[in-house]
């Protein structure tokens, strides 16, 4: 598959739309003002089912999701595809990346690099650090370590580094895109990092994407980092994973922790394998990048409820990829939480617990380590690396560590406890992929509520099914829609522009065939471009990279020999369905929507401008189909 149909995939247009205007479910479409005109009466629709938007207002106009944002942002098609993989989560490969995208990439790395450095430097030698070395000296940091980790320090100056680096040829532009300097609304601009100890991020590749800096003093907030940057993601990057990467591999095993300085003081204490989420949570990003180095995760969590609540959540960012990665969520009981939550956040919590704890793959397993309380693992390794040793092995499952958080509290002599237990964590057991370790859990929970395993059976045979049901029930059932999709390939729309790319000649019996015919945005963008230039090779310059794989398939295409007129009469016939095609696909959008303005009391004028869209466009079909009956 590529790039462009996973981004499709994934980005689902109810989603991303809803990120810029708010939309109304109405029947099976979405509605909203129309974010491009200025309207009083929402005539703007998304079809989660057809993965498309139309506004029958003003603009008259609609498409896709990369439409949408390129309307929307007013940007291009690659950039839109580029924004869209990045909320996804999908790599676009460097393959597909412009030069100019990599030349500016580059130099971002760069001048982070050069920051790095400058930071490093000065922590080592400048009187002013003396505070920044002192807090490192009291936290028993070698001087190997602080170079191993080429921590750093920032003056307490508006713009020293700006300074030092525009002496070094990097742009104002270039450090404002790095996230290295802040432009205030007066248009001036200054360091960002002021006054901290620096913690560089680097990638597993060893390049610098961003930085993190802690305060030296009790001023807030005590941890900042770079901003979003077309090089730094936070929610894709982990502290400490340059230096990790080779031990995780060799151990077979992740330790994931909160903090920069529990990486740090993990490693000089010759626990390699360390390192922190960029935050309070785990991302299914960062879980992905460990995948690949590991089997076995382990969190380490503390004590308390709210740091085991803040590390097992993991972040959600699409449906589909839940069933491919691990997904760990706490269990916690509302109930017994102080303070309690309120309900914004009840719901919010039984969001993330129908997630459920392991769901798992079954090629990697997750386990929990708990810390003393009130400690996190700097403290810990500090005072005695042996006691950290043990609670690295006394890590146990995430779904054991979930029985325990369930049933905490509760006397599973009673009644009641016992069925609010069973209520808990059946759920999850049906979760489990793996069919050995689901009768496992099974058995455990058998045990301790002390029902039959038969009766526990039966009943989890009854969730099962009514998972799968409640899955085609939801009302924007992902993976079905998807696959009804129309966006992913349109043979109609392949085909036409097959014989076109194939026959320049057939440019002249052009007449008639609109852009918006290709709802496909790949198809939409190479015609727009053919149209103003037919020359393969400049078309394929003009054309984003990550299109050239859909054109070179085209362009491949093997089509039948054929005569001149016989190629003029098959082109014709495609245009011919193109445009049946697209009349059809808008006279039932159109038609979705007068039912429902007619179902919510529309007003008649409302209603008389739709039906007379529907009229122009029932004639225009009535064209086409006498058009196709002359040519048989
Ligand atoms: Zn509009």
């Known amino acids: ?201 680097l990638d597993i590749r060893g390049r610098v994407p961003g930085f993190g800096a802690r305060v030296l003093d009790d001023s807030l907030p005590k941890y900042i980092n770079s901003p979003q940057t077309p090089v730094f993601d936070k929610s894709s990057s982990l502290y400490g994973i340059n230096l990790a990467a080779a031990a995780i591999r060799q151990q077979d095993m992740a330790v994931i922790v909160e903090g920069y300085t529990d990486v740090i003081t993990a490693h000089q204490n010759g626990f390699n394998n360390v390192v922190a989420s960029m935050g309070t949570s785990i991302t299914e990003k960062q879980v992905s990048v460990l995948k690949k180095l590991s089997k076995i995760m382990i969190f380490a969590l503390d004590a308390d409820a709210a740091g085991v609540e803040a590390m097992l959540r993991v972040e959600k960012t699409s449906t589909e990829a839940l069933d491919k990665d691990v997904v760990a969520v706490p269990y916690r009981d509302p109930s017994r939480l102080s303070p309690p939550l309120n309900e914004a956040q009840v719901r919010q919590d039984q969001k993330h617990q129908k997630i459920i704890a392991y769901v798992g793959v079954p090629d990697v397993e997750v386990k929990v380590l708990t810390l003393p309380s009130g400690k996190d693992p700097d403290d810990v390794i500090r005072e005695d690396t042996k006691a950290w040793q043990n609670l690295l092995e006394q890590a146990f499952p995430v779904v054991d560590y979930t029985f325990d958080m369930v049933t905490s509290g509760l006397d599973l002599t009673t009644a009641k406890d016992k069925s609010l237990v069973v209520d808990k964590l059946l759920p999850i057991i049906a979760e489990i992929k793996d069919m050995v370790r689901q009768a496992h859990y099974l058995q455990k929970l058998a045990r301790l509520v002390k029902v039959s395993e038969r009766n526990l059976e039966a009943a989890l045979g009854k969730i099962r099914a009514s998972q799968v049901r409640g899955k085609v029930k939801e009302p924007l059932p992902k993976s079905v829609t998807r696959r009804l999709s129309p966006l992913l390939s349109s043979p109609v729309e392949e085909g036409c522009l097959a014989w076109l790319l194939q026959h320049p000649e057939l440019k002249t019996h052009c007449q008639g065939l609109l852009a918006e015919y290709f709802e496909n945005s790949e198809n939409h963008e190479i015609f727009l471009a053919w149209q103003q230039i037919d020359n393969l090779s400049s078309l394929k310059e003009k054309l984003d990279a990550a299109v050239h794989e859909h054109l070179d398939s085209l362009v491949t295409k093997s089509l039948p020999p054929t005569t001149q007129a016989e190629r003029e009469d098959v082109f014709a016939s495609y245009v011919l369905r193109l445009r049946e095609k697209f009349l059809r696909s808008l006279a039932a959008k159109r038609e979705e929507v007068l039912a429902l303005e007619a179902e919510s009391g529309g007003t008649a004028a409302e209603l008389a401008k739709l039906k007379e869209q529907g009229v122009e466009v029932n004639v225009q079909l009535g064209e086409v189909f006498a058009q196709k009956s002359r040519r048989r």
């Not at 002496?167 to 532009?173: D, Q, W």
Request: proline share 4%; charged share 25%.
């Open 1 to 201: 598959m590529s790039v462009i149909d996973e981004v499709k995939q994934r980005a689902d247009i109810v989603e991303v739309v809803s990120q810029y205007v708010s939309l109304t479910k109405s029947g099976r479409t979405f509605r909203a003002l129309c974010p491009f005109h200025s309207e009083k009466h929402p005539s703007f629709f998304v079809y989660p089912e057809r993965q498309s938007w139309h506004c029958f207002g003003a603009c008259n106009a609609g498409g896709d999701v990369f439409s949408f944002i390129m309307k929307k942002q007013g940007i291009d098609f690659g950039e839109a595809l580029r924004l869209l993989a990045e909320r996804v989560g999908i790599a676009i490969p460097s393959r597909l990346e412009p030069e100019a995208r990599k030349d500016e990439r580059e130099r971002l790395y760069q001048v982070n690099a050069a920051a790095a450095q400058y930071f490093h430097n000065l922590l080592l030698n400048s009187p002013a650090a003396k505070k920044a070395r002192d807090y490192l000296a009291r936290r028993g940091l070698l001087p190997k370590t602080i170079s191993d980790f080429q921590l750093g320090f920032s003056l307490n100056s508006r713009n020293a580094l700006k300074q030092y680096l525009m002496e070094r040829g990097y742009s104002e532009g270039e450090l404002e895109q790095a996230g290295l300097i802040i432009r205030q609304d007066d248009g001036k601009t200054h360091d960002r990092f002021r006054n901290k100890l620096l913690f560089p991020i």
